[in-house]
Every structure is written in C-alpha cells, then in structure tokens.
C-alpha cells in the first residue's frame, strides 16, 4: 500500500497532479482544490491514499495530514467513495468539517457536490464522535476510549461522559475512571 509520494511535477491541473518518481515511473495523483494551491514548486512530497478497485486502480494526495486522515475517514462511510471524499476536502477545510461535526451543520455538508441532505445526515450520524484532535493523541486517545467504554458499561450516558472526561486531568485510563466517577457520582 502506498502511503506517500515525492518526485517531480510534471503536469499540474486543479484536481490531479502527475508525478514522476526517482525510479522514473509517472503516477496520476489526485488532489483537492485546498492542495492544489499551495503547490508552488516542482518537488512534491504528498501523504497518499491508494485506492485499488477490480478495475481501477487510483492514488488521492493531500498535503496536510489533518485532511488525509478526513479523507480515509470519510471513504470508509457506507456510500461514500474516494470522488466524494475528495469533494468533501475540496470543500470544507479541516477546521469546517471539524466545525461542520461539532454543530450537527446538514448545510456545510449540503455545500458538498454530490451529498443532499440524506447523505449530509447521515454522515452527522455515522462521525459523531470524530475529531481531529483525537487522531493526533493515539495514546490519551486510547485511555479516553478505554475510560468511555468503561463508564458506559456501568450505565452512564455517552454525553454526559464525554462532558466530564473533558474536565479531567488524569492521562491514564485507571486514573480517568476514578477521576470521572468521583465528578459523575
């Protein structure tokens, strides 16, 4: 699986760039409308998404990490492929979608080319919980998922969960479960 891309560029357009690579091989990589203008030079260095289908095979650049993780998020939903994933982060920013996320926005995502308003609620529904800050922190990421599932199973709410692990300090799950049962209790 190709993760990453660096080479020369040797044809530019809005939504895909070709790439030619040390090794001499030329690839098609496409990109979004928020990557395309900051590409200002000859030498490239992308985070790729490859894409590999029965018949077809593509590879999706982007320049900023927080716009690749919403891309392989995004792709990952029930009727969402790799052309509305793109759309989506030629669109919205990663600070809007986030944004978009936080305030349930049927209409930022309506913005979209290609998602109506079924779509745009259903992808409120299915990201819920998504956030880019949480992709950065895989390890107090991972004790704020432990402690959830653990407050949960004792019958807490969810939100009310969330609310409270927001206010704790504690960076390991036993700690934060402790933290959050005096502060739930």
């Known amino acids: ?55 077809h ?23 969402i492929g790799p052309s509305t994933a793109l759309a989506i982060c030629s669109t919205l920013s990663p600070n809007e979608f986030s944004a978009a996320l936080v305030n349930q926005s049927i209409e930022a995502f309506k913005r979209v080319p290609g998602i109506g308003p079924k779509s745009a609620k259903r992808i409120l529904v299915e990201l819920s919980d998504f956030s880019l800050e949480s992709l950065h922190n895989t390890s107090e990421n ?19 969960i ?11 799950t036993t700690a934060l479960i402790k933290e959050a049962l005096k502060k739930l209790g």
């Not at 190709?2 to 030619?20: A, C, D």
């Not at 090794?23 to 260095?45: E, H, M, Q, R, W």
């Not at 990490?65 to 998020?73: A, H, R």
Request: one cysteine or more.
């Open 57 to 79: 095979h593509s590879m999706y650049g982007l320049l900023d990490m927080d716009e690749k993780n919403i891309f392989d998020t995004v792709i990952k939903l029930n009727g």
């Open 142 to 160: 991972s004790a704020l998922n432990e402690a959830t599932q653990a407050l949960e199973s004792l019958g807490f709410k969810k939100d009310k």
């Open 162 to 172: 969330k609310k409270i692990l927001t206010t704790c300090k504690s960076d390991n």
């Open 1 to 55: 699986m190709i993760v990453g891309i660096e080479g020369k560029i040797v044809k530019k357009e809005p939504t895909f760039l070709h790439i030619k690579t040390l090794s001499g091989l030329t690839y098609k990589v496409n990109i979004s409308l928020f990557t395309s203008p900051k590409i200002n030079t000859d030498a490239i260095s992308l985070h790729v998404t490859q894409i590999i289908r029965e018949d």
